[in-house]
């Protein structure tokens, strides 16, 4: 059983760039979430989908992102327009759901705008 | 108002000694969810413990367990036989499973633990 895995692991931009974020979830798992996490803070959720809706967008979520999960599989987030607040860990989490419901977390991916 | 409280930024423990961590929570539902996850400097979260609002048992998974307190609103992380490779940093989180939004987690703000040799 592979765990949540992200793509890529580290990125580096430049203002006003465009970026995209690739998450694949543990294959059984019907719910993805997407957090950010700032240095010295705990994650803060960004949205979240079961199956292929995207059922939840945190208002963090500017116009600028924008999350897609096409056909309940792997999920990408895009942000356009880079700005150097958007500089964070971007972590991908999936879970199954049900009683106890745990979400599981990718390694996460890096971006440093500049 | 602040949902997960950890007041406890950074933590020392000896190597083989047991460490608390603390964590209280807010909410004002009666069924949730309490998890702890560690992060190692690599970045990834682990998951460690669950405990639900039912649970009449403390849960305990390992050299983890959780210490709940249902009227005090607190959820401790005990590890016992403290190693090296437990240094991290260590989040409290809570979903709320009737009125939170989504199934999202809230985080605290984490306690940076250190064992020492």
């Known amino acids: 059983d592979t765990g949540v895995s992200q793509d890529p692991r580290h990125k580096i931009t430049k203002r006003g760039q465009n970026v995209t974020f690739r998450c694949d979830p543990i294959?059984?798992?019907?719910?993805l979430y997407w957090y950010r996490q700032t240095l010295g803070q705990g994650p803060e959720f960004l949205t979240y989908?079961?199956?292929?809706?995207?059922?939840?967008k945190s208002r963090l979520l500017s116009d600028r992102f924008s999350a897609e999960r096409p056909k309940g599989s792997f999920s990408t987030l895009e942000i356009q327009r880079t700005e150097q607040g958007d500089s964070a860990m971007y972590l991908c989490?999936?879970?199954?759901?049900?009683?106890?419901?745990?979400?599981?977390f990718g390694p996460g991916t890096r971006l440093l705008v500049l | 108002a602040q949902k997960i409280t950890q007041t406890q930024p950074g933590m020392f423990v000896q190597e083989k000694e047991a460490v608390t961590l603390d964590c209280t929570y807010d909410?004002?539902?009666?069924?949730?969810?309490l998890f702890w996850y560690k992060q190692p400097s690599s970045g990834e979260m682990i998951f460690l413990i669950y405990?639900?609002?039912?649970?009449?048992q403390n849960a305990t998974e390992g050299r983890y367990s959780l210490n709940f307190q249902k009227a005090r609103k607190s959820a401790n992380l005990v590890i016992s036989a403290s190693q090296l490779g437990d240094s991290a940093m260590y989040f409290c989180?809570?979903?709320?499973?009737?009125?939170?939004?989504?199934?999202?987690?809230?985080f605290g703000s984490g306690t940076q633990l250190t064992v020492l040799p």
């Open positions: 989490a999936s879970s199954r759901e049900g009683y106890q419901e745990t979400q599981y």
């Open positions: 294959s059984e798992h019907n719910r």
């Open positions: 989908f079961q199956n292929e809706a995207q059922l939840e």
């Open positions: 909410t004002s539902d009666q069924s949730y969810g």
């Open positions: 405990q639900g609002s039912y649970d009449e």
């Open positions: 989180a809570m979903r709320e499973i009737l009125s939170g939004s989504a199934r999202q987690l809230t």
